[in-house]
Nanobody, 120 residues
Framework: QVQLVESGGGWVDPGGSLNLSCVASGPIVSVTDMDWYRQPPGNKRDLVEL???????????YYKDSVKGRFTISGDNAKSAMYLHMSSLKPGDTGVYYC??????????WGQGIQVLVSS
């Protein structure tokens, strides 16, 4: 079973930047969407919010309003990898970030989650 390995999280001052990476241990096929979700502090795992999406077929993007202009999602289908560049970080960006590959005809593949803490 393919596993996703996330990296790049940690603690940063408000206004700082972080780059998250999500790399699969093997090939992920029939990818339709690459997503980053966030679980805010105090929320249960099933109450994650979609932060950014790369729709691979249309090559279009979705960003949650609060991160527009600050976050950039990118992906590499050939490497089964996705990335999230986060800048001008705010305390409200704090949470556990999960990557997800949505696949046609297959179950979605989720990362294990990585902590981001924005605090002075």
């Amino acid at each position: 079973q393919v596993q996703l390995v996330e990296s790049g999280g940690g603690w940063v001052d408000p206004g700082g930047s972080l780059n998250l990476s999500c790399v699969a241990s093997g090939p992920i096929v029939s990818v339709t969407d690459m997503d980053w979700y966030r679980q805010p502090p105090g929320n249960k795992r099933d109450l994650v919010e979609l932060v950014a999406r790369l729709m691979t077929e249309s090559k279009s993007f979705y960003y949650k309003d609060s991160v527009k202009g600050r976050f950039t999602i990118s992906g590499d289908n050939a490497k089964s990898a996705m990335y999230l560049h986060m800048s001008s970080l705010k305390p409200g960006d704090t949470g556990v970030y999960y990557c997800r590959f949505a696949q046609r005809g297959h179950s979605d593949t989720w990362g294990q989650g990585i902590q981001v803490l924005v605090s002075s």
